[in-house]
């Protein structure tokens, strides 16, 4: 079993050199990784909600996280925004976003985390930023346990590709036991 940091970097130099850039920002990604990995493998659900300009990229996601090609178990990536699509617009206070989570913990008894993609002043991140196990990757800020990107970079959605590729590969790697999540 390799350590996961080595394990990630080796997986990034493996990759065409488009995807160099990713080698520094390694020591932001991978304890954020490594969080919703553990939190897959244990059995909690994630639910996957996105910004309006960053749909296509949940639905190409959760497209391919379970394709049965990949001879691995299937896990839950649900999306949230689909299940509730006016969620985002119903929740005014701090009781009715705790209603919401009350019923997301019924829903989902084995626990569930947020796995939230785009700017961070869109309504969604109401819920997300109040759990320290989101698994966020936000735009334009500076975000504490978050992921940062730039909507105004032109290679942003190869580069989302790219993370989500490098994301299903150490899930792969950790559900087959060649990856030391511990370490």
């Known amino acids: 079993m390799k350590q996961f940091l080595k394990w990630t970097l080796e997986s990034i130099r493996e990759e065409d050199s488009s995807f160099s850039w990713m080698e520094e920002y390694r020591y932001e990604w991978a304890p954020l990784a490594k969080s919703a990995i553990t939190q897959s493998i244990e059995g909690k659900t994630a639910l996957v909600v996105t910004d309006e300009a960053h749909e296509w990229f949940a639905h190409y996601m959760l497209t ?7 001879n691995r178990p299937l896990l839950p990536f649900y999306p949230l925004g ?12 701090t009781h009715e976003l705790q209603l919401v989570e009350d019923m997301l913990e019924i829903s989902y008894p084995n626990g569930y985390y947020i796995w939230y993609i785009g700017r961070g002043d ?10 320290d196990d989101s698994f966020l990757w936000i735009m334009d800020e500076e975000v504490p346990n978050s992921f940062a990107l730039r909507s105004s970079d032109k290679l942003l959605d ?12 150490t899930l792969s790697a950790a559900l087959f036991g060649d990856l030391d999540l511990d370490s």
């Open 64 to 70: 391919h996280i379970n394709d049965i090609k990949k």
């Open 82 to 93: 689909r299940c509730f699509p006016s969620l985002p617009q119903r929740i005014q206070s």
């Open 122 to 131: 869109h309504p969604y991140t109401k819920m997300a930023y109040r759990s």
């Open 158 to 169: 190869i580069k989302l590709l790219q993370l989500f590729k490098l994301f299903d590969a």
